[in-house]
């Protein structure tokens, strides 16, 4: 079942910026993955009525509201820590490991922002859901299934890492 807080999650998907299972090593399976988010969100957004898009919502107020949502989902991909660019930090811990207490300090404190950055992205999700839910109105607590999706030609299937080499170059 799709519900709204699936709509919001495959719009950020859809935006093709870390988030939905993207893999930094695979341009080809990333471009399939984004191609099937932004079909989704097509057909989650027909079955909602509702289009999250400064041009696509329908009254004055949905368009505030939407640049609020906008500046709220830029503000969900900005979340980071320190470690956000490391594919293979081995090394790196190891090393900060090696610096005894001074390390124990960098690991604690890499520990927290982990888990403060992990409850802000859980508090953006919230916010963006509370304004989607506000957009939507009497159809907030709609649902919707495969069959729903394949009526209005959206195939709900994920693409596989099977299929795509993870690791190019």
């Given amino acids: 079942m799709y519900d709204r807080r699936d709509l919001v999650r495959?719009?950020?998907?859809?935006?093709?910026?870390?988030?939905?299972?993207?893999?930094?090593?695979?341009?080809?399976y990333n471009a399939a993955l984004k191609a099937h988010y932004?079909?989704?969100?097509?057909?989650?957004?027909?079955?909602?009525?509702?289009?999250?898009?400064r041009d696509g919502v329908d009254t004055f107020t949905h368009r505030v509201l939407f640049m609020l949502f906008s500046s709220t989902a830029a503000s969900?991909?900005?979340?980071?820590?320190?470690?956000?660019?490391f594919l293979e930090a081995g090394l790196l811990i190891r090393k900060v490991e090696e610096a005894g207490a001074e390390g124990e300090r960098i690991m604690?404190?890499?520990?927290?922002?982990?888990a403060l950055t992990a409850e802000s992205r859980e508090t953006h999700l919230e916010m963006l859901d509370a304004l989607v839910a506000?957009?939507?109105?009497?159809?907030?607590?709609?649902?919707?299934?495969?069959a729903d999706l394949r009526a209005v030609g959206v195939d709900d299937t994920k693409p596989s890492t099977r299929d795509y080499p993870l690791y190019e170059g």
Avoid at 10 to 28: I, K, M
Avoid at 109 to 114: F, G, P, V
């Fill in 76 to 85: 969900f991909f900005a979340l980071r820590t320190p470690w956000s660019d």
């Fill in 38 to 53: 932004a079909a989704m969100l097509d057909g989650l957004q027909q079955l909602f009525g509702l289009r999250l898009h």
């Fill in 10 to 28: 495959v719009y950020l998907a859809a935006q093709g910026n870390r988030f939905g299972g993207y893999y930094a090593e695979s341009s080809a």
């Fill in 108 to 114: 604690a404190a890499s520990q927290r922002i982990d």
């Fill in 134 to 146: 506000v957009m939507l109105g009497d159809r907030a607590e709609l649902t919707f299934d495969t």
